[in-house]
């Protein structure tokens, strides 16, 4: 089979190995979709922190059971499934307490440890999660994005009612956007810079946006929501601008929730944030029970997944997949690898 490796930034090759025999507790999944994110696209240009080189890239997967280990249970050949691709220690305090996306010795697939841009994986089979037979197989390599967004929503507690605003509408806030509106919010008001990605947010269902190129974020905040703001933002761009914006206009004594990676230290007032008794929380991956719950939203048709898809690529085409997103970096949401011929 063919597996794909980054030797080095920008470099990709694919080698030919075995298809891997699963062990007692693993399965082996033909890998059908993957998708490309902005993390994958830090390793692309050799600005991901924490991965090093060669490394197999794809965490955003859907695929198919082709064989069991002896000693798996609870599944069979022929299921469609998505991966979760944490492997974590079982052993440290995170672990043992449930808050295993926090593990103190995290290791993900395609950052550091093998990815699955095979055309086979092996896997423990519990990292596996089925996918019911309506949502497809590029909607599968979705599930983990969702997931993120569902587990950043989760973050805030009960939003039932509450207005909300998420700065930045690339995919991860796009899909926090339409996460937050299926799971109850009142009020979705989304900010960008970009009007093709605001576009595509007006499409998924949300009915306020703004472009804060040409109209002032504090500004279309009173706009939408009057004197009493939004109850929680979300900062889904992730640079001093957004979280600036974010700490300068939330309402005293609401809740900002930091859901994007800062690229490097942030330069932030925080007097500010501390006068107003604002409440910054974060987000970090996510677990089972966000799977569980981005599967059911999508099932339950409350999420648009397909309009975030941008445009596939083959296998080989892997390269050829981020030299289009390095190109096309305004137009482009998600990019999806079929790996199968
Ligand atoms: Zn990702
Ligand atoms: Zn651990």
Redesign the pocket.
Known sequence: MLQQVMTEPKKIVFREIPIPEPKEQEVLVKIMKIGICGSDIHVYHGTHPFTSYPITQGHEVSGEIVKLGNKVEGFCVGQKVTIEPQV?????Y??RTGK?NL????KVMGFQTTGTASEYFAVDADKITLLPEEISYDEGAMIEPLAVAVHAVNQSGDITDKNIVIIGAGPIGNLVAQAAKAKGARSVLVSDISECRLEIVRECGIDLVVNTKSKDFGEAVLECFGKDKADIIYDCAGNDVSIGQAIKYARKGSQIILVAVFGKMANVDLAVLNDHELDLNTTMMYRHEDYLEAIQLVKDKKINLVRLMTNHFSFKQYQEAYEYIDTNKENTMKVLIDVQE
Do not use: A, D, M, V
């Open positions: 974590t220690c079982g052993t440290c995170l672990c295993y593990c103190e010795n995290l």
